[in-house]
């Protein structure tokens, strides 16, 4: 697996929002965007999936451009996202929402109740609410689902969008410890959008910095941790502490 | 006004009542299902339910050669050519839903155009059909043989069980239970439902929206044919603008019912039934069309969401 955009520009009418950004996601890494609100984070997660068009650039995808490709194939190639807000179907039942899941596999009959077994060991909660409406689940129960559901199509690259948006604190550090264990554990390579930096930068292997539409940054998520600049701008300690 | 018949003729009414509104049911599921996936009304359904009281007609007077006064068939015979009939009837239903879905809906949806331009351009197409049947019909009624002989199964309760409502509200039940079981259970059903609840997190899953749009416009027309096979049978006559009440009043059984949800089209279906076979007999039959669209009215203006629309989004289709 190996993901790379390569000067990628989108429009939302006639306002560019993505001004021309590169950068590589590589097999087994935890990569990380972060910045401000309104940066262009989410745009450029969307567009990788094909929810957004690209107005101009490519995103290789194993060596293949698959910039025009509609989303539901780059489904199939081994892209899956969790959304934005998180996108549980909320008239499903949890099982309903992890079964459409595995939507795009060809052999969901054989895999489905492996993949089931999967999730509910990363996620006991899910299990216990197999049969609840989604969305009558707490925030933090709808993250899980989201990134479980994502995972029942057996990605190779998962597309994670602000997956603490909105959760207490205990929740946040559960969540984060998934993704680290879905890294590590499963060996799926995860392209990280994030607000809360800190977390993201403690738990990346590389990060890029987005600020209005431009990458002002990359380098290894260690180092800009300890940057006296981004500890300033994003992580709200100053160089001093 | 004539309060009397409701008490004196109640069953039969009730009875009625059921086969029509089983009838708005299998239609209203037509305007419903498309209206959860496009979030647009089909204006269409209407001729597509036309077609296929035309395919009732072409293949009973064309392919079986059965023309008018012609003997009524029994037994097994029977049961065989109705199916036949039945089937081919959905067959024209669901291609003419196809064809709406592509030439109406499609094209404008990959030029990402306005979303009312296609609610205009079905509108285009339904008139296209309908008056290219006026031009070939001559606008005049065609009625299609009977082959069922209308017998009373049996008298309850004074009410007679004639054999073509039962077959009626027996066949419309087996459908609806049909299509709603087929949502909820089936992975192709569970696709309709999640575009139904949000397109973008649908396409996250690999789901194709054309692929699935289609599906819903032909699970739509295939109970819409349906629908128009059972009209046939119990009414024998069909003509090129049949569809506008029925369609109407389908569409009216589909707001009533909370559009988007399948179980809202079934109650809407049943109680425009019910409601206008007995305000008929209280007020007289011609005042019907204008019971369905009182109805239409007051429930736009008190209850927006239609009767059962109050989880609408727990519940879409």
């Given at each position: 697996m190996r993901l790379e955009v390569k000067d990628l520009r989108v429009q939302y009418g006639k306002i560019e929002a993505i001004k021309g950004i590169s950068f590589v996601v590589e097999e087994g890494e935890i990569v990380t965007l972060i910045g401000a609100n309104g940066a262009g984070k989410t745009t450029t997660l969307k567009t990788i999936s094909g929810l957004r068009p690209v107005a101009s650039g490519q995103i290789i995808y194993n060596g293949e451009?698959?910039?025009?490709?509609?989303a539901h194939e780059r489904v199939n190639l081994g892209i899956s996202q969790a959304p934005e807000g998180r996108g549980i179907f909320p008239g499903m039942t949890v099982l309903e929402n992890l079964e459409i899941g595995?939507?795009?596999?060809?052999?969901r009959k054989n895999e489905m109740q492996e993949d089931l077994e999967k999730i509910y060991s990363l996620f006991p909660r899910l299990k216990e609410r197999s049969?609840?409406?989604?969305?009558?689940?707490?925030g933090g129960e709808q993250q899980m689902l989201a990134i479980g559901r994502a995972m029942m199509a057996r990605p190779k690259v998962l597309l994670l969008d602000?997956?603490?948006?909105?959760?207490?604190p205990m929740m946040i550090q559960n969540i984060f410890n998934i993704i680290t264990e879905i890294n590590t554990v499963l060996g799926t390579t995860i392209l990280l959008v994030e607000q809360n930096a800190q977390q993201a930068l403690q738990r990346a292997n590389r990060a890029y910095i987005l600020e209005t539409g431009h990458i002002v940054k990359g380098a290894k998520a260690s180092d800009l941790l300890n940057d006296p600049a981004v500890r300033e701008a994003y992580l709200g300690t100053g160089a001093h502490s | 006004m004539n309060f009397s018949v409701v008490t004196s003729q109640f069953w039969q009414l009730l009875l009625n009542g059921l086969a029509v509104g089983l009838i708005y049911v299998l239609i209203s599921l037509g305007y419903t299902m498309v209206y959860g996936v496009l979030r647009l009304i089909n204006f269409a359904n209407s001729e597509i339910f036309m077609i296929g009281t035309f395919g009732t007609v072409v293949v009973t007077q064309?392919?079986?050669?059965?023309?008018?006064?012609h003997e009524a068939l029994h037994g097994l015979h029977l049961v065989l050519v109705l199916l036949l009939i039945l089937v081919v009837s959905m067959i024209f239903s669901a291609v003419t839903a196809l064809f709406v879905e592509l030439v109406a809906y499609r094209r404008l949806r990959a030029k990402g155009t306005n979303r009312l331009a296609s609610l205009i351009s079905a509108i285009g197409t339904s008139i296209v059909l309908s008056e290219g049947i006026r031009i070939v019909t001559k606008s005049a009624p065609v009625p299609t043989p009977r082959?069922?002989?209308?017998?009373?199964?049996a008298t309850f309760h004074g009410v007679a069980l004639r054999v073509d409502t039962v077959m009626v509200i027996v066949g419309a039940l087996v459908l609806y239970v049909a299509v709603d079981r087929f949502v909820s259970k089936t992975l192709l059903g569970k696709a309709i439902r999640a575009v139904s609840m949000s397109e973008d997190t649908s396409k996250l899953m690999g789901i194709n929206l054309n692929r699935v749009i289609s599906a819903t416009f032909l699970i739509g027309g295939l109970v819409t044919g349906a629908a128009a096979f059972f009209y046939m049978q119990v009414y024998e006559t069909t003509v090129f603008n049949v569809g506008f009440n029925l369609g109407l009043a389908a569409f009216t059984a589909a707001v009533l019912g909370g559009i988007g949800n399948i179980r809202g089209a079934f109650y809407g279906g049943l109680t425009l039934g019910l409601f206008e076979e007995f305000a008929s007999a209280v007020i007289g039959g011609q005042w019907k069309s204008v019971t369905v669209f009182t109805v239409l009215v007051l429930v736009l203006l008190l209850r927006p969401n239609g009767l059962f629309g109050e989880a609408i989004t727990q519940s879409r289709v």
């Open positions: 451009d698959i910039s025009k490709m509609p595995k939507y795009s596999r060809k052999d049969s609840q409406a989604g969305g009558t689940l707490s602000e997956p603490s948006m909105g959760l207490a | 064309q392919v079986l050669h059965y023309t008018s006064g082959l069922l002989t209308k017998f009373n199964i």
